[in-house]
C-alpha cells in the first residue's frame, strides 16, 4: 500500500473514534473543539466480537478481538484535531473530498470510492474539504476494550508530540482486558503518555474472581492495593502464597510465577500496579500448572497439591 494511501485512512479512522468518544478511554487533550461539537454524525453499522454465524473470533496476542464497523459524515470545512491510532482500520470515502494532512509534511486528497489501509501510530489530522460533506464507512480490527483514537500529545515511541520536558495527563475512562484476565483501567504506558521504561495501570479482580497464573518477563511489579483481600500464590507450581489487604504495599520480583485471588465473594479487589515496563502487556507469559488455572503450554510438571 502506497504511503498516501496509508495517511488517507488514519484520518477517516478518526473521524470515526474522535466523534464518539471510543477512542478516547485511554487520554484527553485540548486541541479546540470536539468532532461531535462541529456536527460529525458517526452511525454504528456492526460492533461485535463474534462473526454472523455467532462463532467467537480468534484472539489478537491472547486478547479477544473485536470489529466496528462505521458509518462516518463530516461536514464540509471541518478539520479535525491532530491524533493517532494505535489499531489498525480500514475504509472506504463514499462521498465528498477529504484531504490528510501527517506531522512529517506529507498530504493527501481523497476521492469517492477510494479503498485505503492505516498505518498505525502516525499523528496526522484531517479535512473535510467540501462542497458537500464527507462520508466514509471504516472497520477497525483490534483486541476488544482496546483504545481506538489517541490524542496527538501522548503519541508513542517516546515522542509525544508536546516538548519533551511537558507534562502528559491520562484520564482512563474505559477498561480493557489484560492478558491474564484480569480488568484495567491503562494508565501510563509507552502507547498513551511516550513513557520508555515505566507502566501504571489500576487493576480490578472481581468478587470471587483470580487471575490466569502468569509471569512478567523481565519486569518488577509495585502493587499498592486499594481495597478488599486478595491471597496470590506463587512459585512454580503455585505451592505458595501470601494474603494482604487494603492499604498493602507488595512487591513481586521479575520472572515469578503468581496467580491472585480475590478472598471476597460480595467485593471487588482494586490494585495500583506499577512495572519498569512501558509495554508490560508484550511480555507477560501465561503458565498452567496442573489443576491450578488454564494458561499457556509447557508449564512446569507439579505435584504441590491444590490451591483452595
Not at 512529517?104 to 484531517?126: C, F, M, Y
Not at 492478558?179 to 503518555?193: C, D, E, P, T, Y
Not at 507502566?199 to 497464573?213: D, K, L, T, Y
Not at 500496579?273 to 508490560?280: C, I, L, S, T, Y
Amino acid at each position: 500500500m502506497k504511503r498516501k494511501s496509508r495517511l488517507g485512512l488514519l484520518a477517516l479512522a478518526f473521524l470515526a473514534a474522535w466523534a464518539t468518544g471510543m477512542g478516547m478511554g485511554n487520554t484527553r487533550a485540548d486541541e479546540g473543539p470536539s468532532a461531535a461539537a462541529q456536527g460529525v454524525k458517526v452511525e454504528t453499522l456492526s460492533r461485535s466480537d463474534r462473526s454472523w454465524n455467532g462463532d467467537l473470533l480468534p484472539k489478537l496476542n491472547d486478547v479477544q478481538a473485536e470489529v466496528t464497523v462505521l458509518r462516518i459524515t463530516v461536514p464540509a470545512g471541518v478539520t479535525l484535531p491532530r491524533h493517532f491510532h494505535p489499531v489498525i482500520n480500514a475504509g472506504v470515502l463514499l462521498q465528498g473530498r477529504l484531504r490528510v494532512e501527517s506531522d512529517d509534511g506529507a498530504s493527501q486528497s481523497l476521492q469517492p470510492g477510494q479503498a485505503i489501509i492505516e498505518t498505525v501510530n502516525k499523528v496526522h489530522r484531517g479535512v473535510s474539504l467540501g462542497p458537500e460533506p464527507a462520508v466514509v464507512v471504516v472497520v477497525y480490527v483490534a483486541p476488544k476494550g482496546s483504545p481506538i483514537t489517541v490524542p496527538a500529545a501522548s503519541a508513542p515511541n517516546g515522542k509525544p508530540n508536546k516538548a519533551a520536558d511537558e507534562i502528559v495527563t491520562v484520564r482512563p475512562l474505559t477498561t480493557s482486558s489484560s492478558k491474564q484476565r484480569l480488568k484495567q483501567f491503562v494508565g501510563i504506558s509507552g502507547a498513551n503518555s511516550g513513557a520508555r521504561g515505566l507502566s501504571m495501570n489500576r487493576v480490578v479482580i472481581p468478587p470471587g474472581g483470580q487471575a490466569a497464573a502468569h509471569q512478567h518477563v523481565g519486569s518488577e511489579s509495585a502493587i499498592f492495593l486499594l481495597a478488599g483481600r486478595v491471597k496470590t500464590f506463587y512459585g512454580p507450581c503455585l505451592e505458595r502464597s501470601v494474603i494482604n489487604q487494603t492499604g498493602d504495599f507488595i512487591f513481586i520480583p521479575a520472572g515469578v510465577i503468581h496467580m491472585p485471588v480475590n478472598l471476597s465473594a460480595n467485593e471487588e479487589a482494586i490494585a495500583i500496579v506499577a512495572r519498569n515496563d512501558a509495554n508490560e502487556q508484550e511480555h507477560v507469559e501465561l503458565h498452567a500448572p496442573p489443576g491450578k488455572a488454564e494458561g499457556a503450554p509447557g508449564a512446569p510438571t507439579c505435584a504441590a497439591p491444590g490451591h483452595k
